[in-house]
C-alpha cells in the first residue's frame, strides 16, 4: 500500500491535457517539496518536476506541477504517444525519516 | 552526464543475502552534499526507499527493513552497495539506485537501469 495516493490509470488522446493527481499527509506533502518522475517501458525513472512546479533542462513544459495543501499534481498538455508510460509522486516523510511514493499511474494515450 | 548502473545476482536463495552494487560514473561519489540510496519496486507494487547513504558512509534505513539492510560506500570504486539479509519471495523486485540529493537539494535526481532480483530456490 503506497502511502502517497495516485490514480492507477489515466488516459487521453493526442493533444489533450492530462492530469494526475498524488494525495498524501501533513507528514509529507504538506509540509515537503513533491516530485514526478517519468518512467517509459524498460527504463529507469526519469525526474519530471522537481520541488512542485520546477522543471529540470530538457523536460518540454508541456510538463507542468502544482501543490495545494496535502495534494499535487502532474499536468501534461498537448498529449502525444511518447508520453505513454507510468508517472509517479515522491515526497519526504518527515514521520518516515525517508521517501515515500505513489503506486504509480499508467497513462495510455489513445 | 552522472550515471548509474546496478550490478548483482539475478537470483538469490530464501534466507541468503542479497547484494547489489551500484557503479557511479561521469561523477565523484565522494562530493559532501550528495546522499545516494537505493528504492525498490516488487512486482505489481510500489516503489519503496529503502536507504540512504552520504560519502562519508553516514547511513539511514527504512525502519521495515532496518534489522536486514546495510547500505556502504567504496569511494576508491566510485560505488555503494546494498545488502538484504535473509530474504523471502516478498524480496523479489527490481532495485533501482539512486542519487536522492545534490548541493542541498533532494529530488531524486538520476536513477540506475534498475535490476531484477528474483529470490527463489
Known amino acids: 500500500q503506497a502511502v502517497l495516493t495516485q490514480p492507477p490509470s489515466a488516459s487521453g488522446t493526442p493533444g489533450q491535457r492530462v492530469t494526475i493527481s498524488c494525495s498524501g499527509s501533513s507528514f509529507n506533502i504538506g509540509t515537503n517539496s513533491v516530485h514526478w518522475y517519468q518512467r517509459l517501458p524498460g527504463t529507469a525513472p526519469k525526474l519530471l518536476i522537481y520541488?512542485?512546479?520546477q522543471g529540470p533542462s530538457g523536460v518540454p513544459d508541456r510538463f507542468s506541477g502544482s501543490k495545494s495543501g496535502t495534494s499535487a499534481s502532474l499536468a501534461i498538455s498537448g498529449l502525444r504517444s511518447e508520453d505513454e508510460a507510468d508517472y509517479y509522486c515522491?515526497?519526504?516523510?518527515?514521520?518516515?525519516?525517508?521517501?515515500?511514493f505513489g503506486g504509480g499511474t499508467k497513462l495510455t494515450v489513445l | 552526464q552522472l550515471q548509474l548502473q546496478e550490478s548483482g545476482p539475478g537470483l538469490v536463495k530464501p534466507s541468503e543475502t542479497l547484494s547489489l552494487t551500484c557503479t557511479v560514473s561521469?561523477?565523484?561519489?565522494?562530493?559532501?552534499?550528495?546522499?545516494w540510496g537505493w528504492i525498490r519496486q516488487p512486482p505489481g507494487k510500489g516503489l519503496e526507499w529503502m536507504g540512504t547513504i552520504n560519502f562519508s558512509g553516514s547511513s539511514s534505513y527504512n525502519p521495515s527493513l532496518e534489522s536486514r539492510v546495510t547500505i556502504s560506500v567504496d569511494r576508491s570504486k566510485n560505488q555503494f552497495s546494498l545488502k538484504l539479509s535473509s530474504v523471502t519471495a516478498a524480496d523479489t523486485a527490481v532495485y533501482y539506485c539512486?542519487?536522492?540529493?545534490?548541493?542541498?537539494?533532494?529530488?531524486?535526481?538520476?536513477w540506475g537501469q534498475g535490476t531484477l532480483v528474483t529470490v527463489s530456490s
Open positions: 539512486t542519487r536522492l540529493c545534490s548541493g542541498g537539494v533532494c529530488r531524486l535526481d538520476y
Open positions: 520541488t512542485n512546479t
Open positions: 561521469g561523477g565523484s561519489i565522494s562530493s559532501a552534499s550528495d546522499y
Open positions: 515522491a515526497a519526504w516523510d518527515d514521520t518516515l525519516s525517508g521517501w515515500v
